[in-house]
């Protein structure tokens, strides 16, 4: 009222008449001016958030925004303000529903061929030790069902290699060994091994032959647990959310999406568990170490 009416030589009066003290009066108008500076910052770094929420398509949380607000900003915000500029403005991270059959606990029928030697042994520090893969079904607009064929390093989390097809024969992963024998390039560790679940490309005797041959060792999941093939499922589905691949038209389109996608994972994405850094600046990092 007093701002509104000009009546700033009616303080007294006016507090009189309210009976609250001068003193409380422009310790409240103190207070409301601070309110509103704050709100106004408040406002300006949403609208930053905002940014960089929608450009990740609402698929990002407070770790993620931290790691490219540092980036961005010479100071970058702490994180439990990110988390309160999160819960204010209703920034909240689109997370993927989870698979049910994760939930399984426990199976202890195992595979008379090869047996769990990973058992769930995921935190590595050796780049190129232990690989993990599989084969995921990619429905898409082409009309012919594509799967993607990935080995992933555990150690570094880099997709090593990868292979695109519309045919689930053998060849997806005779391809996919194939280009991470390319990528290793001769640089075979001594306890290398390699590890998937049970399906029919792995069992095979031929896939196991080729196995043997580049040096590694071959691990198996027990018999319905993904939970021993964790890390390839976790890529995979965060691959499911990032990328629009249901809209691609072709084979072709499909594996530029997934090559882009790849470049950008390997490369430029960075992860908290890795020290904040991409898989290719931590495989480097734990090399130098």
Known sequence: ??????????????????????????????????????????????????????????KIGYRGFYMVLVELLEMPMNHKKILRLMRKFN???????ANPYKKIAKATKEHLVCSNLLN????????????????????????????????????????????????ISMDIVYNTLRKLKESLDGNIHPESMIHSDQGF?????????????MGLT???????????????????GHFKDDVDFKQATSLSELKSLIDTYMDYYNGSRKQWNLKKMTPAQYRSHLIAA
Request: charged letters at 30%; glycine letters at 4%; aromatic letters at 12%.
């Open 1 to 58: 009222m007093v701002r509104k009416f000009q009546l700033k030589n009616q303080v007294q009066a006016l507090c009189r008449t309210a009976n609250v003290s001068r003193s409380g009066y422009y310790a409240w108008v103190k207070k409301t001016e601070k309110h509103a500076i704050r709100e106004e910052q408040d406002y300006r770094d949403y609208l930053l958030l905002k940014c960089i929420y929608d450009a990740h398509r609402g």
């Open 91 to 97: 920034l909240f991270a689109k997370i993927r529903r």
């Open 120 to 167: 769930r042994q995921f935190e590595q520090d050796e780049p190129g030790k232990v690989f993990v893969t599989d084969i995921t079904y990619l429905p898409n607009r082409s009309g012919q069902m594509a799967y993607l064929s990935c080995v992933k390093d555990v150690a570094t989390r880099e997709i090593s290699a990868y292979e695109v097809t519309t045919s």
């Open 201 to 213: 490309h792995y069992t095979h005797p031929e896939y196991q032959r080729q196995v043997k041959e």
């Open 218 to 236: 071959q691990s198996m999941s027990r018999r319905g647990n993904c939970l021993d093939n964790a890390p390839i499922e976790s890529f995979f």
